[in-house]
T-cell receptor, first 114, second 112 residues
Framework: SQQGEEDPQALSIQEGENATMNCSYK?????LQWYRQNSGRGLVHLIL?????REKHSGRLRVTLDTSKKSSSLLITASRAADTASYFC??????????????FGKGTKLSVKP | DVKVTQSSRYLVKRTGEKVFLECVQD?????MFWYRQDPGLGLRLIYF???????EKGDIPEGYSVSREKKERFSLILESASTNQTSMYLC???????????FGEGSRLTVL
């Protein structure tokens, strides 16, 4: 079964609005990562949050992590049409290593309308 | 910038053909990965490698093999392609310290 599950599966908003995507996972982790994928392209790493961190910011991105609930959220503020993409959370599989062997969720498809 | 290059963006092959998907990274990363991505199923790990000549099975290795003769190159081989291997194949590399993955642009394979 998937380690990470994103919610919602699809999200449609207007430019300028905020977009929030959620991720739940099942087992202990060292870190949780968020990736972005434009249609038909490879994934691009956005942000990594460690298990001992609760919140992290990068530009218009804000990620939170609640290890007690085994969940994370990605907030994109003041969204732009260029933010239209699929967003994936990923966790390390066994919670013991950080060599890049990740399990990905199925993603949230974000559509930002101009 | 880290660059992961996949040799073919689009391939069309016939059932039973042998297929090679090549991936090269230019950042001296130890770890390399092959995923496949299918609608509704997300990304699934096929094989990975932590060192030259070393390979580990991922979650769905059946029907695939890999080769890592040089540190920068990781090849995925479909010995006898089947229609259920039609998919998007994504190669990634990682320096291993942070676990962050760097992906190639993907290879979309269609098996007829």
């Amino acid at each position: 079964s998937q380690q990470g599950e994103e919610d919602p599966q699809a999200l449609s908003i207007q430019e300028g609005e905020n977009a929030t995507m959620n991720c739940s996972y099942k087992t202990s982790i060292n870190n949780l990562q968020w990736y972005r994928q434009n249609s038909g392209r490879g994934l691009v790493h956005l942000i990594l949050i460690r298990s001992n961190e609760r919140e992290k910011h990068s530009g218009r991105l804000r990620v939170t992590l609640d290890t007690s609930k085994k969940s994370s959220s990605l907030l994109i503020t003041a969204s732009r049409a260029a933010d239209t993409a699929s967003y994936f959370c990923a966790t390390d599989k066994r919670g013991g290593g950080s060599q890049g062997n990740l399990i990905f969720g199925k993603g949230t498809k974000l559509s930002v309308k101009p | 910038d880290v660059k992961v290059t996949q040799s073919s963006r689009y391939l069309v092959k016939r059932t039973g053909e042998k297929v090679f998907l090549e991936c090269v990274q230019d950042m001296d990363h130890e770890n390399m990965f092959w995923y496949r991505q299918d609608p509704g199923l997300g990304l699934r790990l096929i094989y990975f490698s932590y060192d030259v000549k070393m390979k580990e099975k991922g979650d769905i290795p059946e029907g695939y093999s890999v080769s890592r003769e040089k540190k920068e190159r990781f090849s995925l081989i479909l010995e006898s392609a089947s229609t259920n291997q039609t998919s998007m194949y994504l190669c990634a590399s990682s320096p291993g310290v942070t676990g962050e993955l760097f992906f190639g642009e993907g290879s979309r394979l269609t098996v007829l």
